[in-house]
């Protein structure tokens, strides 16, 4: 578990800069936006990825104690042991959203200066998310912590943060064609890259 959380550690200080620089890129955006709706679509993102700075300031330090040594053993009845277990898990979805904002902004930023460094951010972030999935699903398992993913719908058809391909730094194309056999569900009319208007 100890190797775990150094590799933990290093991923969410990365993010956790990559955080702070995107919502450097957006609080611009924000304050000059040309109308309401896109003042409001990017302050919903800009607040989203605040409180995962928030939770952040928490699990850093948590990952911190246990390196010490000082956060008890590494089993289910240590509740600081949970709490880190919780904390990680609500994170692993933090870095899933992460992920979508950065593919919202690759929509909207087309200068080549933002593409380019959302298009890192995305690439290094993703790598993490499938990181720490794939840990946290071995943790969860051989800890038999009884966790169940209330998010692993998200991936229940594969990995739909896969489908977006960069193939360069000024388009955004979707390249899987599991997104075309997918059955066609209700149809949603109201969502949050809905309100930046075409």
Same mark, same amino acid.
Request: glycine share 6%.
């Given at each position: 578990?100890?190797?775990?959380?150094?590799?933990?550690?290093d991923?969410f200080? $990365?993010?956790?800069?990559?955080?702070?620089?995107f919502?450097?890129?957006?609080?611009?955006?924000?304050?000059?936006?040309?109308?309401?709706?896109?003042?409001?679509?990017?302050?919903?993102?800009?607040?989203?990825?605040?409180?995962?700075?928030?939770?952040?300031?928490?699990?850093?330090?948590?990952?911190?104690?246990?390196?010490?040594g000082?956060? $008890?053993?590494?089993?289910?009845?240590?509740?600081?042991?949970?709490?880190?277990?919780?904390e990680?898990n609500?994170?692993?979805? $933090?870095?899933?959203?992460f992920?979508?904002?950065?593919?919202?902004?690759?929509?909207q930023f087309?200068d080549?200066? *933002?593409?380019?460094?959302?298009?890192?951010? *995305?690439?290094?972030?993703?790598?993490?998310?499938?990181?720490?999935?794939?840990?946290l699903? $071995?943790?969860?398992?051989?800890?038999?912590?009884?966790?169940?993913?209330?998010h692993?719908?998200?991936?229940?058809?594969?990995?739909?943060?896969?489908?977006?391909?960069?193939?360069?730094?000024?388009?955004?194309?979707?390249?899987?064609?599991?997104?075309?056999?997918?059955?066609?569900?209700?149809?949603?009319?109201?969502?949050?890259?809905?309100?930046?208007?075409?």
């Amino acid at each position: 578990m100890k190797e775990e959380l150094s590799e933990f550690y290093d991923i969410f200080t $990365g993010t956790k800069k990559d955080i702070e620089s995107f919502m450097a890129m957006l609080d611009p955006v924000i304050n000059n936006a040309k109308d309401d709706h896109e003042r409001l679509y990017y302050h919903h993102i800009f607040e989203e990825e605040e409180q995962r700075l928030a939770r952040l300031a928490e699990l850093i330090p948590l990952i911190e104690t246990f390196q010490a040594g000082r956060g $008890g053993d590494f089993t289910p009845s240590n509740n600081t042991f949970n709490r880190l277990l919780q904390e990680l898990n609500l994170e692993k979805f $933090g870095l899933h959203n992460f992920v979508e904002h950065l593919d919202l902004a690759l929509f909207q930023f087309k200068d080549a200066e *933002r593409q380019a460094k959302l298009s890192q951010m *995305r690439e290094s972030n993703y790598k993490s998310y499938q990181f720490v999935k794939e840990k946290l699903a $071995g943790i969860n398992k051989r800890f038999d912590t009884g966790y169940t993913d209330p998010h692993a719908h998200h991936d229940e058809h594969g990995d739909h943060l896969n489908h977006h391909a960069h193939s360069d730094h000024h388009s955004h194309v979707h390249t899987s064609a599991a997104l075309l056999a997918k059955p066609a569900g209700p149809k949603r009319t109201f969502t949050v890259g809905s309100l930046i208007s075409k």
